[in-house]
């Protein structure tokens, strides 16, 4: 048997045959692409709590097998090794599409090229293929769209458009959510945003990099805030885009100040030279998702960086040095 039958397959014999999609609220079979990655793995674990069959679609360009390794025993989940700029053939209710080459650090090293080579191919192919699937099966379709880097952006924009075209044009049912700068355990360690830089040099007693003058605020979401919003969405009746963020707004000193609070009261604050498009100020707007979603996020800065921090010390030190940093 083909995967494409096996899954089939294996569904008609759990559901006793076809259910009408409407009917199911539960148990549905659900593919999350980049499920392997920072947000994706978190949203697993929500979707596998709830009893859903998860299909993670993931090429580990960033993602782990380790962020999901704990279901592998669960004959509700499955992990394929897929880049989804390839054609896929499943039979799925849901399409969670995160698969992007996220990480800031690749598009800094060399943007011309990166933006040519994985945000157009990922974003536009990738995506374009993801809905290709959700039209061929019904399934319902939700984009992880972005509010973010700059040459990150145009891709994003991109895949927002493909994602309303196939809404418009071939009656896709789609979601797009707008996501604003998350954080939470599993996070890459070394992909150089601002929040896993600080922990980890704090961790290793490095200098804390305060890139300019410090003075630029983000704001800063829990990832289990984030996952719970994506989960209303794709259950809700609107399309969006909704703005997914938390409104608490940080300098980077601040948040530098947090980190030292949290880890080490001793860490040192190096400042670095910062580049000329760094934007000075980004806060979300989260009205619409307060209003039409009852969303809103619930982990402040102080309550959820405790919690990545004690997934960083196992990852940078490993278990035996466990607490002692
Ligand atoms: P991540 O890098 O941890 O996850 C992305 C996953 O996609 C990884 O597992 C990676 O291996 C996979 N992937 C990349 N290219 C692929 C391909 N061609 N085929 C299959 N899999 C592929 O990043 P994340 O932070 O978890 O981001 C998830 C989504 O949310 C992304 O779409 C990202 O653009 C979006 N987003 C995240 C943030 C944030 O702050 N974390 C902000 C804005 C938008
Ligand atoms: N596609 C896919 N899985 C499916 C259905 C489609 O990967 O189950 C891909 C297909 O290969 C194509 C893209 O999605 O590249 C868009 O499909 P669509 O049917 O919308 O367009 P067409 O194939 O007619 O150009
Ligand atoms: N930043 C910093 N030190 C670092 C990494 C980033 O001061 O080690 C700053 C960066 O200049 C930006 C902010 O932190 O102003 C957020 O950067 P990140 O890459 O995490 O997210 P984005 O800029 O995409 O919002």
Redesign the pocket.
């Known amino acids: 048997l083909t995967h494409h039958h096996r899954v089939f397959y294996q569904d008609h014999f759990h559901a006793g045959g076809k259910v009408p999609l409407g009917l199911k609220t539960k148990g549905l079979r659900i593919v999350v692409t980049g499920g392997a990655g920072f947000v994706g793995s978190h949203l697993v674990d929500r979707l596998i709590a709830r009893g859903d069959s998860v299909i993670v679609v993931d090429n580990f360009f960033t993602g782990q097998k380790e962020n999901v390794m704990h279901h592998f025993r669960n004959p509700r989940f499955e992990l394929i090794r897929h880049d989804v700029v390839e ?3 499943l039979e799925v209710d849901q399409i969670y599409h995160l698969a992007c080459p996220a990480s800031p650090v690749h598009y800094k090293f060399n943007p011309v090229k990166t933006i040519i080579s994985f945000l157009k191919i990922t974003n536009v192919v990738g995506t ?2 993801m ?3 959700a ?3 019904g399934a319902r379709f939700l984009l992880t769209s972005t509010s973010v880097r700059s040459c990150y952006d145009e891709g994003k924009r991109t895949a927002e458009t493909l994602t309303m075209d196939y809404h418009r044009g ?1 009656g896709v049912e789609a979601r797009i959510a707008r996501i604003f700068n998350t954080y939470g355990p599993r996070m890459c360690i070394d992909d150089g945003r601002v929040v896993s830089n600080f922990v980890a040099q704090a961790l290793r007693k490095e200098p804390l990099t305060v890139y300019g003058d410090g003075q630029q605020t983000r704001s800063f979401q829990y990832v289990s805030d984030l996952v719970e919003g994506l989960m209303r969405l794709m259950e809700g009746e609107h399309v969006g885009p909704f703005n997914l963020g938390n409104p608490g707004e940080f300098t980077m000193i601040e948040l530098a100040q947090v980190v030292q609070e949290t880890i080490d009261p001793n860490a040192k604050i190096e400042f670095k030279p910062n580049t000329e498009d760094d934007p000075h100020k980004r806060k979300p707007d989260i009205t619409k998702a307060k209003d039409l979603l009852g969303w809103e996020p619930k982990v402040s800065l102080r309550q959820g960086l405790p919690l990545m921090v004690s997934d960083f010390r196992q990852r940078i030190f490993g278990d035996q040095k466990e607490g002692s940093a």
């Open positions: 054609p896929l053939l374009l293929n809905l290709g699937l039209k061929r099966v071939a």
